[in-house]
């Protein structure tokens, strides 16, 4: 065999050698049936979940990282960290989650909103001053937006900030 045949040869091996390798860890297949997966998906919930359900979950997805979901939770209502969630609240007969807050411009939330009573969410863009089903959006902040609905006032947030008067408030109680 000359040196030349030798270099093709070893071409050709490392081409299929390639081609095989690529087939096997690589490419993705447009069937979806040959793409179908040995891994059990969870539904996502209709509503969000709990504090407790969320740490649950988690702990079962990753054991040996996750503190005990109970331990965790029975710490915190200890020390009095433990608050209403911060981004829904009901108001006015209505349930609003706060979605999103952008600063880009002149500054707008996007908020979902549902009859108290129940039904489907809609998504609704409002800025300061705008007023929704009867609630009017008193100022957007930051991460935060306050609503009132005449005689109450909420304030949604998007986190809670340590160094924030929101969180400094619900920790003197």
Known sequence: MTPRSQVVAVAAILVVAGIVDFVQRIHVPR??????????????????????????????WFPAQQPDAQELLGDAQDQ??????????????????????FEAGQPFAVLDIRA??????????????DSIKGVSVERITGHRVSLSDGKDVIELALFIDAEDEMAAAKEQR
């Open 31 to 60: 069937s979806p049936a040959t793409r179908a997966s040995d891994v059990d998906m969870l539904a996502m919930p209709d509503e969000p979940l709990s504090l407790a359900s969320a740490r649950e979950r988690l702990q079962s």
């Open 80 to 101: 009095g960290q433990v608050a209403d969630t911060p981004d829904r609240a009901d108001i006015g007969g209505w349930h609003f989650v706060l979605r999103g807050v």
């Open 116 to 129: 108290s009573a129940g039904g489907a969410p809609e998504q609704h863009r409002v800025s300061a001053g």
